[in-house]
């Protein structure tokens, strides 16, 4: 009730302000004759306190200087109830303990000091959990232009030589088809450690090294590549991170990009379809994170900004900068039943000096889940044409060197479980960042498209279907021409594009 609500209330901020021993006892009498309720409340702030000594219990795997490290008080800090339910959480969140209780015996004796404050002890009393685990499932990806199916096996653990270090190894393996011409076995090994409290709480150390095969239209590829870097977080939702990393791509493009090359279609491109080639690249990253859930937010923000640094002192076979940002916001109404979603990304590549190439997997694209959705998945900027075409899409993606993309989606829960979407989507990719003159231009050229879809919550994630089309009065010209083909009675003919896509996924878009 609000009697009980405004006595915790009350209870609570006496113990903020030292009296750890508060009691609040709420009073109500009914007056029915005079149709008014009088509401007492009787306060019993005790003797102020203060932090004394703690005791650390049930440990056994786990070393107590991690644990010490996360309480949140000093000895002879003056009592704060916020402090004790802080430590606690940091505990839960190590997430080796089953078991967190952070508080004063309750049965304590009253003994106060000289100076008339309370010094009161705390027991931490933890139960360890089981530090490893093992994973596996499966699932599907599907669009009108892309289908994967895929099972995937991990292992972690959260306690490796008994030094809090994590390490999570994984294996994703599958098949995807983009096209008659553009499909392939896609996988994707990974194998990382990371290291908190190195050598301090807020610092992380962390390694990944992995495996990558998978297929975009025109080309496969496979990559391996090897990350280190290390993490600061002084603040639990904010992490500024530095990485170094090095790969190597090794490309199989196929007969149409060398009917491309050879038809001087990609010359006038800064993106290259480098045939084996070495990437190094200095990366720092912010992100600031407060939503609610990060797989499916009703509430809160997210921002990220990433600058990687390739080339120049650090080697590779290319040199340039790429700054990369993302904003997301989510508000709630009726009680979290109604979410607004929004979304801001874009991302910027420059290169200077005699090396101005830009490798084909780090170019900047638009379009797809997660983008702007009436698109098919990276055809919302710079494409290269087939002469001569006999296939049934004729066009590759290129990316290029500036592009953005932007959402605004709403979010409805009619009944349990049950989620309806409406959005519009916008974005575009150009070939560089002179390729636009005015601010006028980079508005007008914004391509739009508009949609909605279902989600449903399971035990496994939120399932989601997204229809979304971008009707050809709002689409430039460029992206209306028949670059697809049809076959009529055995001969291949110009057909209109599609103005439309759809997605099944697991997740919200954003």
């Known amino acids: 009730t609000a009697v009980e609500t405004a006595a915790a209330r009350m209870k609570k901020e006496l113990q903020q302000r030292a009296f750890a021993r508060a009691v609040v006892e709420p009073r109500v009498e009914a007056f029915p004759e005079q149709g008014i309720v009088d509401v007492h409340f009787d306060l019993w702030p005790g003797p102020p306190a203060a932090f004394g000594s ?12 991690y644990v010490t490290r996360r309480i949140a008080w000093k000895p002879g800090q003056a009592w704060d109830q916020r402090l004790v339910e802080k430590t606690q959480q940091a505990l839960y969140d190590l997430g080796l303990f089953s078991l967190v209780t952070v508080g004063p015996d309750p049965n304590r004796p009253l003994v106060l000091g000289p100076d008339g404050v309370e010094e009161v002890s705390i027991d931490v009393i933890l139960r360890e959990r089981k ?7 499966g699932g599907i990806g599907f669009q009108r232009d892309r289908f994967d199916v895929h099972g995937s096996v991990g292992a972690s653990h959260l306690n490796l030589f008994r030094r809090l270090v994590r390490g999570d190894i994984g294996l994703t393996a599958g098949y995807a088809f983009l096209g008659p011409e553009d499909h392939f076995p896609i996988a994707d090994f990974d194998a990382a ?3 908190p409290d190195f050598p301090v709480r807020s610092l992380t150390l962390f390694g990944r090294t992995g495996v990558k095969l998978d297929v975009q239209v025109g080309y496969k590829y496979w990559s391996p590549e090897g990350e280190a870097g290390v993490a600061w977080s002084l603040w639990k939702p904010l992490k500024i991170s530095v990485s170094y990393s090095i790969a190597y791509f090794d490309l199989f493009p196929n007969d149409r990009v060398a009917e491309l090359r050879a038809a001087g279609s990609l010359d006038t491109s800064d993106i290259k379809f480098d045939d084996g080639y070495f990437l190094s690249r200095l990366r720092q990253e912010a992100l600031l994170d407060l939503r609610d859930k990060p797989m499916s937010a009703s509430q809160g923000m997210m921002a990220r900004v990433a600058v990687d640094e390739a080339g120049g002192p650090f080697g590779g076979t290319f040199r340039y900068v790429k700054l990369t940002g993302d904003l997301r916001g989510y508000v709630p109404f009726a009680k979290k039943h109604i979410v607004l979603a929004g979304r801001l990304w874009g991302s910027w590549i420059h290169v200077w000096g005699g090396l101005t190439s830009v490798p084909i997997s780090e170019a900047v694209y638009a379009g797809g889940d997660g983008s702007v959705r009436g698109w098919k998945s990276r055809y919302l900027g710079p494409r290269a044409m087939e002469d001569n075409c006999d296939r049934r899409d004729c066009i590759v993606p290129i990316g290029g060197r500036l592009g953005t993309t932007g959402s605004l989606e709403l979010r409805v829960n009619p009944v349990a479980g049950l989620w309806i979407a409406g959005f519009t989507d916008f974005g575009r990719v150009w070939d560089a960042p002179d390729s636009v003159s005015s601010a006028g231009q980079f508005f007008g050229d914004l391509q739009f498209s508009v949609g909605g879809g279902l989600r449903y919550h399971t ?11 971008h009707p050809a009065p709002w689409t430039d010209p460029e992206f209306l021409l028949p670059y697809f083909q049809k076959d009529v009675e055995g001969v291949w003919q110009p057909d ?6 759809f997605h099944i996924g697991i997740g919200e878009s954003f």
Not at 54 to 65: F, I, M, N, P, S
Not at 496 to 501: D, E, Q
């Open 54 to 65: 703690y005791a650390v219990t049930g440990l056994d795997k786990v070393h107590e200087r």
């Open 131 to 137: 530090p490893g685990t093992f994973t596996y499932g």
């Open 193 to 195: 450690l990371k290291w």
């Open 459 to 469: 035990n496994f994630g939120r399932i989601r279907f997204d229809l979304a089309v």
């Open 496 to 501: 209109t594009p599609p103005i439309w896509n």
